[in-house]
């Protein structure tokens, strides 16, 4: 004879089993506050092989005064693509003493490459017009990355 497990006790087993293997999964993102000629900016880290690879896709939204900070092993020739990504960011690559390289407006979805111009240590992604919306441009410094944890 063959006993059967009510639907709801199934149910409540399954639920802790799931929470748990999702959290094992997921890579918690640090964040860090990094500064701009004045402006904050929250950037969660992109520091890891696993949330590079990952970035910012698959994501519905991107607060406000938010971004991702793409912290690269070696310095190199950088670029970036939207495949997988929702929202419309803007890029800035950067050189190892924070000065920002270029900045490139990406379309969502698309593989077209957008590349630093120069060796870049970081990449900053924001909603795109952040930067424009502030007046900052290629030159410029972005404060507070010698408080990060290095590339992994």
């Not at 709801?8 to 087993?13: A, E, G, K």
């Not at 590079?52 to 670029?79: K, V």
């Given at each position: 004879?063959?006993?059967?497990?009510?639907?709801?006790?199934?149910?409540?087993?399954?639920?802790?089993?799931?929470?748990?293997?999702?959290?094992?999964?997921?890579?918690?993102?640090?964040?860090?506050?990094?500064?701009?000629?004045?402006?904050?900016?929250?950037?969660?880290?992109?520091?890891?092989?696993?949330?590079?690879?990952?970035?910012?896709?698959?994501?519905?939204?991107?607060?406000?005064?938010?971004?991702?900070?793409?912290?690269?092993?070696?310095?190199?020739?950088?670029?970036?693509?939207?495949?997988?990504?929702?929202?419309?960011?803007?890029?800035?690559?950067?050189?190892?003493?924070?000065?920002?390289?270029?900045?490139?407006?990406?379309?969502?979805?698309?593989?077209?490459?957008?590349?630093?111009?120069?060796?870049?240590?970081?990449?900053?992604?924001?909603?795109?017009?952040?930067?424009?919306?502030?007046?900052?441009?290629?030159g410029e410094r972005v404060d507070g990355l010698a408080k990060?944890?290095?590339?992994?």
């Open positions: 004879m063959k006993t059967r497990v009510p639907l709801r006790v199934t149910s409540w087993l399954l639920v802790p089993a799931l929470l748990l293997s999702f959290c094992a999964a997921a890579d918690p993102l640090l964040t860090y506050p990094l500064r701009i000629r004045g402006h904050e900016i929250r950037a969660e880290l992109a520091h890891t092989d696993a949330t590079r690879r990952q970035g910012l896709m698959h994501r519905e939204r991107l607060a406000e005064n938010s971004g991702m900070l793409f912290i690269y092993r070696e310095p190199e020739a950088a670029a970036m693509w939207m495949k997988n990504t929702r929202i419309p960011l803007s890029v800035a690559f950067l050189d190892g003493q924070g000065r920002i390289l270029n900045i490139e407006d990406m379309e969502p979805f698309s593989e077209e490459a957008h590349s630093s111009r120069g060796i870049a240590s970081y990449a900053l992604e924001v909603n795109r017009g952040w930067f424009d919306k502030r007046g900052i441009r290629a990060l944890p290095a590339a992994k």
